[in-house]
């Protein structure tokens, strides 16, 4: 019995005594882990909050990225299940967090919150005032999180897009649209539309009639390509608004005509 004891005293001896060596080269390595991982991005007290000791332990470690993607299952799960879109927003908070650089879970936020719970409140709020300001409200916690994205991700031209697509079809802004997917055109690997789609709603936002104008001629005189209906029309509304002489206004098919003036 004697020995069983001293046997174990010894054995925790030796572990406080690893554990003082081991400690200050974990955190070291740790500090290093960090900083290689998240940049300049810095771990908040609200983090410690949001993820629990358990969760911001493991964030410092090898297991934040699996952390992370188990909340982001759990924010799907809570959407399939049982719509509970607070939680969900808690969910793709940590997650975000903890892994600012990847895209997916800022893309899926943003249209689980700007897209999904507003179609919810749109179908289930009878009130048409708090219906119409709640929608609005997930509107907004979709911008953030694309806003918070693209500072994250700053070389994406997907996020970008997205954010195009956000002003567009939720918040009806084409001046903000056409500057997002402007900013998309300039991101590496883009796809060519975000090009057109930025001089399209440039063309609806007011007091740029004629920067769209140019952009579109532009498009217009590239290729026979970007002759698309959505294009002719535009340039002819322009060419009305501007006064341009009918002369040298772009020729376009009558049946693509408007009314004369």
Known sequence: MAGALKGRSLGIAVLLVWGLIKLPIETGLTARFINARLGSYKITA????????????????????????????????????RVEYGRMKLYFDICT????????????????????????????????????????EYYKLGE?????????????????DRLGALYRDKFRDPCKASAAFARASERPGRLD?????????????????REAYDKLLALYHESEKEWLPTLLEKIQILERKLGIPKEERVYIPEKKRLPPD
């Not at 090898?62 to 924010?75: K, T």
């Not at 650089?101 to 005032?129: I, K, L, T």
């Not at 994250?152 to 031209?157: L, M, Q, R």
């Open 46 to 81: 609200s983090l410690r909050q949001q993820a629990g000791q358990a969760g911001f332990i493991a964030a410092l470690g090898g297991l934040r990225a699996a952390v992370a993607d188990l909340l982001f299952i759990r924010a799907h799960i809570a959407w399939q299940q």
């Open 97 to 136: 967090t903890l892994q600012p650089r990847r895209e997916m879970f800022w893309d899926m936020a943003s249209w689980h919150m700007a897209y999904n719970g507003a179609a919810y409140v749109e179908q289930s709020e009878p009130d048409p005032y708090i219906r119409d300001r709640q929608m609005k």
């Open 144 to 160: 953030d999180y694309l806003l918070r994205a693209v500072e994250n991700c700053p070389d994406s031209w997907s996020l970008y």
């Open 193 to 209: 539309y975000t090009r057109r789609l930025s001089a399209y709603y440039l063309a609806e936002c007011p007091g740029h009639e």
